[in-house]
């Protein structure tokens, strides 16, 4: 047998019955047979399911960025996040970061059975300096065009809407504000598949990152046309 430890953000059930999410991280666990323990993600079954060559490295240490160090970015709800509008190529979106390089890029082959077969297309920069990914979908014209941005729960610039900062807060604390600000003005509220509270139409994700035992927001700002 073989293995490997991991955390993810603890889940529970509310007092109502449905499922939400805590301010904490809890330990997961990868278990595989012997024929598999020697590198376990380095397998083939593995890497088709958690293909960690595509993570970013975390050095073990997550320092937080305080509030008021972070720059301050407009959200105009399925139009653009700061200086990156939806439908920029990847050269613009640099551009728009004063030119800075991505420090990672993932993308695919199209038929993944086949390695190297077809052209690579790109899905995600990221881009440390900034703070944030940008995410692309393929267009018709063949070029990746912007399609989502995320914001690093660490690290990444603060985005406010409606006076509630979306960017490294606690998740309950974000749910609380979310959940009454759409009670209060008879809005729309959508779940997302961690449990996190959302407005209904803007298409925003808001995930979690890791900041030592706690859990952080880490919000997606996508565009119309992302699946989500």
């Known amino acids: 047998m073989g293995g490997g430890l991991g ?24 278990l595989v047979g012997p024929e598999l323990a020697h590198d ?32 301050l970015w407009e959200w105009v709800p399925l139009e653009r996040v700061g200086p990156l ?26 038929f993944w059975s086949f390695a190297k077969a077809g052209p690579w297309n790109l899905s995600e920069d990221w ?35 409606a006076g509630i900062p979306l960017v490294g807060v606690t998740p309950s604390a974000l749910d609380a504000a979310i959940i009454q600000h759409v009670e209060d003005h008879e809005l729309g509220l959508l779940f997302c598949p961690n449990a996190a509270a959302v407005w209904a139409g803007l298409q925003l994700v808001l995930d979690t990152t890791r900041a030592g035992d706690a859990a952080i927001s880490e919000p997606m700002f996508c565009t119309e046309e992302w699946e989500m």
């Open 127 to 161: 881009f440390e300096k900034a703070g944030v990914s940008a995410h692309y979908w393929r267009h018709p014209d063949g070029v990746p065009r912007l399609g989502a941005v995320t914001s690093y729960g660490r690290t990444g610039p603060q985005v406010i809407h």
């Open 40 to 71: 376990p993600y380095a397998t083939g079954p593995v890497l088709h399911w958690c293909d960690v060559r595509e993570q970013a490295r975390n050095a073990g240490v997550w320092p937080v960025v305080p509030d008021h160090e972070r720059p």
């Open 85 to 110: 509008r939806f439908g920029m190529s990847p050269p613009e979106v640099a551009a728009a970061l004063d030119g800075e390089t991505p420090a990672g890029r993932i993308g695919q082959f199209p």
């Open 7 to 30: 955390a993810r953000q603890e889940l529970g059930l509310a007092v109502g019955g449905w499922l939400e999410q805590k301010d904490t991280m809890v330990t997961s666990a990868l």
